[in-house]
């Protein structure tokens, strides 16, 4: 193999890394980074080698991640291969002993950075494993990583595999999962806490089931209560809807704006007759009408669960979740019930869990609202974090008790 070349980094990114973040950004140092070279070792303030790392110059916002900091570098990146299947095969292992992953079909077996596979996602979807790029450093090695995975589970054909490249931008979110045949689609169910659930795949670019939020569902299974009433904003296809009927929830109501969503939570509700959905009610609405309308209705709720995208758009200006979360607080309080509780969720890198908690009771302190912070709910199970990388943290939420 050719020699790495090693280049200096910035002394922003010496200290990072040193502190375990794996990322290195666009700076004059590494946008100096030669093009053409799959790896770059970094070097230190005295110019001593100190990581390997991944090179990804065509990346808008991560121009290279960290590999190890492993000596020696030439043979860490000569067993690059290697070392992804022992990667992969460590993570599957941790997942198939985690007790908590037996009531789902859909669980993470590997989760980027904190499995030392950054920008790497595999998620298990049932018979079917999606494989998902953050970096398009892992196209070079689609039959590595299927083949580890295949390697754990001997059953799964090479049509039950999925590629897709996750874009930055909006215009490549666009773009549906990738196959070998461009125009492939796919169709199934699966079970999450005994729940059935309609995903697709190679449609869109999203598949219509959050795994990243199964823990979190899991977690409030403690907060809806026989007869709750419960308000699912943004609802998405309605899985924390279809886990409140599940529960003896008595009412719920889910608002979205997409007529597409609206629709694909019915198919889900269709597909789980023992649910009572006379006791379910869809407005298919911007959250802003929808929190109207119940206002005027004199309706209210004991449980409000917000997950609003991490920015939107009215047509003339873009507004991030962050933001818009005060004049969603003055209205969700309109409609929640004494003592009810106001589950909120951010899902953005961008702001950190402690900024995110402090902007939320700033915002309730300047509209005189009186709530008590009960818990606060974050990434977990088969979606680990890693320390010193705040960025990995991106799914944060709040749940609040009106007083």
């Known amino acids: 193999m050719n020699k790495i070349p090693e280049c200096q980094i910035h002394p922003v990114s010496i200290k990072l890394i040193r502190q375990g973040h794996p990322w290195i950004t666009p700076d004059s140092f590494s946008n100096r980074f030669p093009r053409n070279s799959e790896f770059v070792i970094a070097m230190d303030e005295k110019k001593r080698p100190m990581a390997l790392l991944l090179h990804d110059p065509d990346h808008r916002n991560v121009k290279a991640r960290l590999w190890t900091t492993k000596y020696p570098f030439d043979r860490e990146a000569l067993h690059f291969t290697a070392g992804i299947q022992a990667r992969i095969d460590v993570a599957i292992d941790k997942r198939q002993h985690m007790k908590e992953l037996t009531e789902r079909e859909n669980y993470y077996l590997v989760f980027g950075e904190a499995d030392q596979l950054p920008g790497l996602f595999i998620q298990k979807l049932g018979d079917r494993v999606l494989i998902q790029f953050y970096s398009s450093i892992w196209n070079r090695y689609k039959a590595v990583i299927q083949a580890s995975v295949q390697e754990a589970f001997q059953e799964l054909k090479d049509d039950q595999f999925w590629f897709q490249l996750r874009g930055e931008t909006r215009e490549l979110q666009k773009l549906p999962a990738n196959a070998v045949d461009a125009g492939r689609r796919d169709e199934f169910h699966l079970s999450e806490f005994g729940n059935q659930y309609l ?38 296809t309605g899985a924390y809807s279809l886990w409140a009927l599940k529960l003896g929830a008595g009412q719920v109501t889910s ?14 509700l269709g597909l789980n007759p023992e649910l009572d959905s006379t006791k379910h009610h869809s407005l298919t609405m911007s959250v802003d009408e929808a929190l109207e309308k119940i206002s005027a209705e004199g309706k209210t709720f004991d449980v409000i669960i917000c997950d ?15 933001k818009a979360y005060r004049e969603l607080l003055r209205d969700m309080d309109k409609v929640l019930a004494p ?22 009771l700033d915002y309730l302190k300047e509209l005189n609202l009186n709530y008590k912070t009960l818990q606060k709910l974050g990434l977990g199970q088969d979606c680990p974090t890693l320390k010193g990388f705040p960025e990995g943290s991106y799914l944060k939420g709040l749940v609040l008790e009106k007083l």
Do not use: C
């Not at 403690?222 to 609802?235: C, Q, T, V």
């Not at 609003?308 to 962050?322: L, M």
């Open 199 to 236: 995903v697709r795949l190679g449609s869109s670019y999203d598949h219509g089931l959050y795994t990243d939020m199964s823990a979190v569902r899991f977690e409030l299974k403690k907060m809806i209560k026989p007869e709750s009433r419960l308000l699912n904003l943004y609802s998405y």
């Open 255 to 268: 608002v979205d704006l997409s007529p597409k969503y609206i629709e694909w939570l019915q198919q889900n």
């Open 308 to 322: 609003p995208p991490s920015s939107s758009s009215d047509g003339d200006k873009r507004t991030s979740a962050i």
């Open 339 to 360: 003592h009810g509780k106001l589950v909120i969720f951010l899902n953005t890198h961008q702001t950190t869990a402690h900024k995110f908690e402090r902007v939320i």
